[in-house]
């Protein structure tokens, strides 16, 4: 939708348009967001080109979650940048989207519902959620009822939403709302899949894996947090002919699992021992010792067990030094049931089988203890571990079969190329680009993106059963593209009967679930019609501008560019908008798990959304701001001075040269710009110009915070300065021609401005904009300088500005009101500002109430004094 030609002045409404008497904030964005939704103000229409098309990579919000002010503030610079470009006159292209599916919504519908899923248990098409749930006694539900629930669920949280987003103003076209859930999304990441596998970029494995035990489901590594976690260093020894090797460990339950000792090459205390074998305690595995740079000399007794698995060190030592593998660990977080058979002393183990970590601990302390291999107490110690964000359980390692997909982290050509692409984007703030290429760097293995869940995207893949009933891994049989979206727990395989599934010679589905980020990494592809509407994707990919948040880098700005560069050979966008986080006064991120987030809709209710809007747009690109209520009452403040300063201006735009006044006028006759032909009018406009200058450039640097600093500090100037001193003039008090280019001036300096203001504070500049103007401000063209008239010295303004604080000031010194006459006043300061100032003379006699001539005299800067008139 492309905004209004530029014209001089915006033309005006017709005659009959009133200024309200009492102009007030309450009820604006109720009406103005009813009316944008009716006429549809910020509905997307296709233009011919791509050049006339700004479109935004919107980040859909988790719905299973709740917002909080950091993401009113994220969502509100993506919204100024949206609102300044299209009043450029782009068309601008921006969708929103819910990620509802995944783990975060399975929790919450677990939690609300108090039911939990079984796939065992059969559709149940008449069940009924229990009227009173208790989610530490969760109903099983069949795998199809679970995801009813899912889905009615999160309808009622993205309206909730949906609301909140329209109160605070966000010019998203609603008509392209999508969800990562939707069968729209579901194509495009089963046919992106499709795509990989045909490839070779996507793969079957069976590896070491990240496993959450609460949740059950496999991890990546961009979802991992390191916290700390309270433990143990036991002394352990292993026997050597000579004499024992020390180990020190947190994890004696693995030494069943152990496959080597390690310890650096130039560690000289155990040289002698590379390339011999020493025996495990208590099971008495010869185990050999090997050497390996990754060993810490320093770290307790400097040798380590490699366990399959403890940590990733362990999974580096395993693949590199090709090491057994001996898994004791299972995915339900407790050692294995049977005895495993490559221990030499198995009896022991009996004591360890089943068990949780914790309960095979506190045994494999015992039995050390009575073996005489643990020597001295253990030593308390807090250690780094990984934890999946959302859990609170230590993450455990363990083998399955996982899908991945090609993202660098084992194959250095595709890292490099992916580094290029970091590059080759551009950056705000630039300083970001360093946390992509961090991230790149340092990644160990491809993206793990199967999970075992149930309310996600299926893998569009089945296998077929052999004369055992065992699924042949090696050979899927995978979807065709035009039968997109498929369900393979519900559909049988290409070539197959319902009746075939899961008997031998038959076939069985994949029973996992896409991870979520391998859906919103598609988000390009899904809003802009890949595979679906040729038209729009001309029109759109590569998008323009992706907005987000600096943690998620990682994840999803990093797995985004992944999608695009192995399907399309390109950059999903071309411009990365960081923002920072919204901190508490304590410096710390706001989060609901930190207890300290603040509610949306309390500040919103409070402050009203303008106010909250101009309080997100003063926290820079990148940066961290400390939220403070206090700000929010400043913006609400600005908000309410437009709108009286506004009615004001309004006021004496309508007035015939007298002292009329009016408190409520209708639409104003808009002056001519040939009208303005007074120095300081003209000067005024010229200031004016130089602040539509530096807006200009700031918003085309994605800079909204200077934008907003530049037209803020003039409307302040305009308002406490220039309002005041050309307000007898404008009534007509130095004629006629005079008050003409008062009031023509104050028609140019309001229409520039609230097209300033307007992707700041959607709601009031509409208001105000409505009470003369035909249309909406928003689709006003934002104002150029060349609609300006040339010849002005902004430099007046200034000095202006100067002697009106010495005026007040010798007032106030006085201790008289501002409005007694002075008897004289002297101006002085450097020769140039005062060969300006006599320019404004009468202007300042009048605003001043000066009875007889200024005086002038030289001083190094601009000072007044005067002499206050004698009561009559």
């Known amino acids: 939708m492309t905004a209004q030609p530029e014209t001089n002045l915006p033309a005006s409404t017709s005659a009959g348009r009133a200024v309200p008497e009492r102009p007030a904030l309450e009820g604006l964005e109720t009406k103005w967001a009813a009316r944008w939704k009716a006429e549809g103000t910020y509905a997307f229409t296709r233009p011919e080109s791509r050049d006339q098309v700004f479109s935004i990579d919107t980040p859909p919000p988790t719905v299973s979650g709740s917002l909080h002010v950091g993401h009113v503030f994220s969502y509100t610079h993506t919204d100024l940048i949206a609102r300044y470009q299209r009043m450029t006159g782009k068309h601008v292209f921006y969708p929103m989207g819910w990620d509802d599916n995944g783990l975060p919504t399975e929790r919450r519908v677990q939690n609300y519902y108090g039911v939990r899923c079984d796939p065992s248990i059969p559709y149940d098409p008449d069940f009924a959620p229990p009227v009173k749930p208790d989610p530490k006694r969760q109903v099983p539900i069949s795998r199809r009822n679970f995801i009813e629930l899912c889905h009615a669920l999160t309808a009622v949280d993205e309206q909730a939403f949906e609301d909140l987003w329209r109160h605070l103003g966000l010019s998203v076209d609603w008509d392209t709302l999508y969800a990562t859930i939707s069968d729209e999304s579901q194509t495009v990441a089963q046919r992106a899949f499709l795509r990989n596998f045909a ?23 961009a979802e991992l947090e390191a916290r700390e976690y309270p433990g143990h260093y036991y002394r352990v020894a292993f026997h050597a002919p000579d004499a024992p090797v020390f180990i020190e460990t947190t994890r004696p339950e693995l030494i069943p699992s152990v496959c080597a000792l390690i310890a650096h090459p130039d560690d000289e205390r155990y040289q002698h021992l590379f390339g011999t074998t020493v025996t495990s305690p208590v099971f008495g595995v010869e185990i050999p010792v090997l050497p390996h740079a990754l060993a810490e000399k320093d770290k307790g007794s400097g040798i380590v067990m490699c366990c399959t698995f403890g940590d990733l060190t362990d999974v580096a030592w395993w693949r590199e030094l090709d090491l057994p593998t001996r898994v004791v660990l299972q995915r339900d977080g407790r050692l294995m049931r049977e005895t495993p058979a490559w221990l030499t002393n198995a009896e022991p183990y009996a004591q360890l089988a089943g068990k949780t970590t914790f309960g095979a601990r506190e045994a494999m302390v015992a039995l050390l203890a009575e073996a005489g291999d643990l020597e001295g107490d253990p030593k308390p110690t807090m250690r780094m571990t990984n934890y999946y964000e959302k859990g609170d359980k230590p993450l455990e390692i363990v083998s399955t079969r996982q899908w991945y997909l090609t993202n660098g982290g084992r194959d250095a050509d595709l890292r490099a190329r992916l580094l290029q692409r970091g590059e080759e984007l551009r950056w705000v703030p630039d300083f970001m680009r360093h946390r992509y290429s ?129 399907e399309d050979d390109a950059l999903p966008w071309s411009t990365a908008a960081i923002s920072g986080f919204v901190v508490d006064p304590d410096r710390k991120k706001m989060s609901k798990s930190k207890g300290n987030a603040v509610v949306p809709t309390d500040i919103l209710e409070r402050f009203g959304a303008d106010g909250v809007r101009w309080r997100a747009a003063m926290a820079r690109p990148g940066m961290d701001s400390p939220f403070d209520e206090t700000q929010m009452k400043v913006g609400r403040r600005l908000a309410m001075k437009i709108l009286n300063a506004s009615k004001f201006v309004l006021g004496i735009a309508q007035a015939e040269p007298a002292h009329t006044g009016a408190e409520s006028v209708d639409t104003p006759t808009v002056p001519t710009v040939e009208a303005v032909t007074e120095p300081v009018d003209l000067a005024m406009l010229a200031a004016l110009a130089e602040v539509v200058a530096e807006a ?63 992707p700041f504070m959607p709601f009031v500049t509409e208001e105000v904009w409505s009470w003369w103007q035909e249309g909406s401000v928003h689709h006003a063209a934002w104002p150029t300088v060349a609609e300006l008239p040339a010849g002005g010295d902004a430099a007046v303004l200034a000095d202006v500005s100067a002697a009106l604080i010495g005026l007040r000031g010798a007032k106030s010194n006085a201790k008289v009101s501002m409005k007694t ?47 206050v008139a004698a009561p009559a």
């Open 821 to 867: 006459p002075l008897s004289a006043a002297t101006v002085v300061g450097p020769d140039a500002a005062l060969a300006r100032l006599r320019l404004a003379e009468a202007d300042l006699r009048a605003v001043g109430r000066v009875e007889s001539p200024l005086a002038w005299g030289p001083a190094d800067t601009i000072a007044v004094t005067a002499d």
């Open 696 to 758: 200009t450039r700031a918003f085309d640097a994605f800079d909204y915070t200077a934008a907003l600093e530049a037209s803020e500090r003039f409307f302040w100037t305009f308002c406490d300065d220039y309002l005041e001193l050309v307000k007898e003039r404008a009534y007509g008090a130095q004629g006629p021609d005079a008050a003409a280019s008062a009031r023509a001036a104050l028609a140019l300096a309001l229409g520039v401005q609230l097209r300033l203001f307007a």
């Open 199 to 221: 490839r070779g970029e996507a793969y079957l494995a069976e590896a070491p894996t990240m496993w959450d035990v609460t949740f059950q489901t496999a991890v990546a590594q």
């Open 438 to 566: 961090n991230w790149v760097n340092g990644l160990n293995g491809d993206w793990l993106i199967s999970r075992q869940r149930f309310f996600g995207v299926p893998f569009p893949v089945w296998y077929r059963l052999d004369a055992d009933g065992e699924p042949d891994t090696a050979h899927p049989i995978v979807a065709s593209e035009d039968a997109l979206p498929v369900d393979p727990a519900s559909q049988p395989a290409p070539g197959f009967e319902e009746s075939q599934r899961g008997v031998p010679g038959g076939f069985v589905g994949d029973p996992d679930v896409m991870d979520t980020w391998a859906t919103s990494s598609l988000s390009p592809q899904i809003v802009c019609g890949w595979e679906r509407d040729a038209e729009l994707w001309n029109l759109t990919f590569p998008m323009d501008m992706a907005p987000q948040a600096h943690e998620i880098i990682r994840t999803w700005l990093f797995s985004r560019i992944v999608r695009a560069h192995l």
